[in-house]
C-alpha cells in the first residue's frame, strides 16, 4: 500500500483543500436551488399541464393525418359517433314519423281512397 507523499508546504496545501470544499459546497448549494426550483409545485403544474397539451396536440396531428389519408373511413366513424350521440331523438322522431304515417294511411283508407303512389303529397 503506498501513501502520498506528505506535502512540501502544508499550509498550502491546506487552502488547496478548503478552496476544493469550498467550490463543492457551492456546487451543491447550486444544485440544492435548482432542484428545489424544479419541485415547486407551480412549476410542476406547469410541465404537467405542459405535457399535456403537448399529448393532446400530437394525437390531434394522428387524427388529422389519418382523417387525410382515410377521409371515407373519418366520414363513416364520424356518422356512427354521431348517431350514437343522436339516438334517443332519433328514435323519437323515428317512432313519430311511423306513428303518423300509419295513422295517415289508416286515415286514408277507411275513407276509401286509394293509397297515393306518391308519398309526399298531403291531400
Same mark, same amino acid.
Not at 432542484?35 to 403537448?54: G, S, T, V, W, Y
Not at 306513428?99 to 295517415?104: L, N, Q, V
Given at each position: 500500500?503506498? %501513501?502520498?507523499?506528505?506535502?512540501? @508546504?502544508?499550509? $498550502?496545501? #491546506?487552502?488547496?483543500?478548503? +478552496?476544493?470544499? !469550498?467550490?463543492?459546497?457551492? +456546487?451543491?448549494? $447550486? &444544485? ?11 412549476? #410542476? !403544474?406547469?410541465?404537467?399541464? @405542459?405535457?399535456? /397539451?403537448? =399529448?393532446?396536440?400530437? &394525437?390531434? &396531428?394522428?387524427? $388529422? @393525418? ?5 377521409? *371515407? ?6 356518422? /356512427?359517433?354521431?348517431?350514437? #350521440? *343522436? ?5 323519437? #322522431? +323515428?317512432?313519430?314519423?311511423? =306513428? !303518423?304515417?300509419? %295513422? ?5 283508407? =277507411? ?13
Amino acid at each position: 500500500m503506498t %501513501h502520498a507523499p506528505f506535502p512540501r @508546504n502544508p499550509g $498550502e496545501h #491546506l487552502r488547496q483543500l478548503d +478552496a476544493a470544499a !469550498k467550490a463543492q459546497k457551492d +456546487a451543491l448549494r $447550486e &444544485t440544492l436551488a435548482a432542484a428545489r426550483h424544479r419541485l415547486r409545485p407551480a412549476i #410542476l !403544474k406547469e410541465r404537467a399541464q @405542459n405535457r399535456l /397539451l403537448d =399529448s393532446a396536440l400530437d &394525437t390531434f &396531428t394522428r387524427a $388529422e @393525418n389519418s382523417v387525410r389519408q382515410h377521409p *371515407a373511413r373519418a366520414v363513416g366513424i364520424a356518422a /356512427l359517433i354521431g348517431a350514437v #350521440l *343522436a339516438r334517443g331523438p332519433l328514435l323519437r #322522431l +323515428a317512432a313519430a314519423a311511423i =306513428s !303518423k304515417g300509419s %295513422h295517415h294511411v289508416k286515415t286514408r283508407l =277507411s275513407a276509401g281512397a286509394k293509397p297515393a303512389n306518391n308519398e309526399d303529397s298531403d291531400e
